[in-house]
């Protein structure tokens, strides 16, 4: 079975501080690779997503990730946070032609940007 | 958003008595999901489905069941309450094809069990 892991579990940066959030997985195979985000009192949103091909992805909201194969990581990042990054950010990963049986995540890091 | 809509939003229950949690999607996805989220342990997969009538447990399954009779509807049901089961509850939804294991989540449904 596959397991995801989060360095972080609380980080705290200021206005226009960068940002990277690491992740790695343990699985044997080739696995699809996502993070997701959790603004306050809302729901999962994908914030980006790894099948295949440019290991380093690009998201929604100034959001990218590279994905190192040897490192079994996928690791998140942004240049510029803001205020409104404030969130609990998750990765998860699912095995390759899984047959979409379901996401494992990791336990959620919690971002706080202060003005 | 993804048109997934969950019933109810919030529920307060007793130990011991039954709950249904309901999932609705507009999508005509194949693919239902029931997760649960606790703090310090992010996500976990309780059942999924993987077409009407064909659902299959996840990593947590022990004291849920859950039914699939309509394409868009994914019923989530605790047989008994425990404490334990205090939770939010986000069901998701995915489709079929080369994008199937792209999963997209409804707003959850906050459960506590007294």
């Known amino acids: 079975a596959q397991s995801v892991s989060q360095h972080n579990h609380h980080v705290i940066l200021s206005e226009a501080a960068s940002l990277e959030l690491g992740c790695n997985y343990s699985?044997?195979?080739?696995?699809?690779l996502f993070w997701y985000v959790q603004y306050p009192g809302q729901h999962l949103q994908l914030l980006l997503k790894?099948?295949?091909?440019?290991?380093l992805v690009k998201g929604i909201k100034g959001f990218e990730a590279e994905f190192i194969k040897s490192k079994f990581s996928f690791n998140l990042r942004k240049p510029s946070v803001q205020w409104s990054d404030t969130a609990e950010y998750f990765c998860a990963v699912t095995p390759t032609g899984g047959g979409a049986d379901g996401l494992t995540f990791g336990k959620g890091t919690h971002l706080i940007i202060q003005p | 958003d993804a048109g997934i809509t969950q019933s109810p939003r919030h529920k307060v229950t007793e130990t011991g008595t039954p709950v249904t949690l309901r999932c609705h999607q507009t999508e005509n996805h194949r693919y239902m999901y029931w997760y649960r989220q606790d703090p310090g342990h992010g996500l976990r997969l309780i059942h999924y489905?993987?077409?009407?009538?064909?659902?299959d447990k996840g990593e947590v399954s022990d004291g849920y069941s859950v039914s699939r009779s309509k394409t868009e509807d994914f019923l989530l049901t605790l047989e008994s309450a425990t404490s334990s089961q205090t939770s939010v509850y986000f069901c998701?939804?995915?489709?079929?094809?080369?994008?199937?294991?792209?999963?997209?989540f409804g707003p959850g449904t906050r459960l506590l069990v007294l």
């Open positions: 790894y099948f295949s091909g440019d290991p």
């Open positions: 699985y044997g195979g080739t696995v699809n």
């Open positions: 489905s993987y077409g009407v009538k064909d659902t």
């Open positions: 998701a939804i995915s489709d079929s094809g080369r994008d199937q294991e792209t999963q997209y």
